[in-house]
């Protein structure tokens, strides 16, 4: 048998000190998070085996420790899903063990590895867009520990999926611009690998299929959603021959400042252009005028994801038999306001 991996050949590897390595291997805020990830990743290859918890998993097969991957605490919405998380694993007594991955696949399979090596009892994943296949999620699966995608998702037969409608949402959205007359509609949005905003183009073309207006590609924008973004996608309006009438923004905080740099150009909202947003973000209320958008809690799927995990470990005898592989939706709604309101 081969000898067991230690934090001094991992220290002797690199060239540090072991209690490096160990500060490392402990998520000890003494190590830079370059450092860390450099160690984790050496010690993932080298087949370094960790027992962080290996005290109270022999004591009672447990950890009450629960993981949640995500990309980035970067949104109102994504602040509220893990708010919704943190609310019912607290009152079931469970720890949370957090992890970003900056939708990087390769943090992310990292991660996967500190959560599997953590001994979580189950998982919550959002996942990056880099991502192509969850193999780097078997082994929860292989050893009886159940994983819930939520938000950005893969499908899988041993994998809850928890989402809102974003094809049927942004429907909606670019079915309100339509009806208020317009007729050349822009889409802002986010990603195209990940189903959240491919769903939502979906949605803004079969929109325009039903209403029989064809369907421009170059009336899409990809960028990252963010406040900087939505003033750059302002700028590029703004060089347009032909103005568009209508925008819809997968984000509030991009649509937001797209908004605010198109009247500053001298563009009157919603006259010249009408715009709809998505997530109803507070600063959707703060907007002059006030920002159409779409609403669901992600309070609420957060919750619903963790209620659900919760289900799945205390019913572990055979879950992966029984378990009936499915989706749940949850509701969204059109909060029409006066940005999208043409006279």
């Given at each position: ?8 050949d ?41 027992n ?25 919405i ?40 953590s ?47 974003n ?32 769903d ?46 209508g ?9 937001a ?62 879950w ?24």
């Amino acid at each position: 048998m081969s000898k067991a991996i230690t934090i001094y050949d991992i220290a002797k590897c690199l060239g540090i000190s072991p209690a490096t390595v160990s500060r490392a291997l402990n998520d000890h805020p003494a190590v830079n998070e370059k450092t860390r990830e450099v160690i984790l990743a050496t010690a993932f290859s080298l087949g370094y085996k960790s027992n962080l918890v290996t005290n109270n998993l022999i004591a009672y097969q447990k950890t009450s420790t629960i993981g949640l991957i995500l990309p980035e605490l970067n949104s109102y919405i994504r602040n509220s899903i893990v708010a919704g998380i943190e609310t019912i694993t607290a009152e079931a007594g469970y720890k949370l063990l957090l992890s970003q991955t900056q939708d990087s696949l390769e943090k992310e399979i990292l991660n996967a590895k500190v959560m599997f090596d953590s001994r979580v009892d189950g998982l919550l994943v959002s996942l990056s867009y880099e991502t192509k296949d969850i193999e780097h999620f078997l082994p929860f699966l292989e050893n009886d520990i159940p994983v819930i995608f939520f938000e950005g998702v893969m499908e899988h037969k041993k994998c809850l999926c928890i989402v809102i409608d974003n094809l049927q949402a942004a429907y909606k959205a670019t079915t309100h611009l339509l009806e208020q007359g317009c007729r050349n509609i822009i889409h802002i949005t986010g990603n195209l690998n990940r189903n959240v905003y491919s769903d939502r183009l979906k949605g803004y073309k079969y929109a325009h299929i039903d209403h029989d207006i064809p369907f421009n590609e170059n009336n899409i924008i990809v960028n990252n959603l963010s406040q900087q973004a939505g003033t750059e996608a302002a700028e590029q309006i703004l060089k347009l021959e032909q103005l568009p009438d209508g925008i819809f923004v997968s984000n509030d905080t991009c649509a937001a400042s797209c908004m605010a740099r198109l009247k500053k150009a001298g563009i009157k909202i919603p006259d010249d252009i009408a715009i709809v947003g998505f997530d109803n973000e507070p600063i959707s209320e703060v907007t002059e005028p006030n920002l159409t958008t779409i609403d669901y809690s992600g309070k609420e799927m957060g919750e619903v994801a963790a209620k659900n995990l919760l289900v799945l470990i205390n019913n572990l005898n055979g879950w992966l038999n029984t378990f009936i592989t499915d989706t749940i939706v949850l509701k969204t709604e059109l909060m029409i306001r006066d940005s999208s309101l043409k006279r």
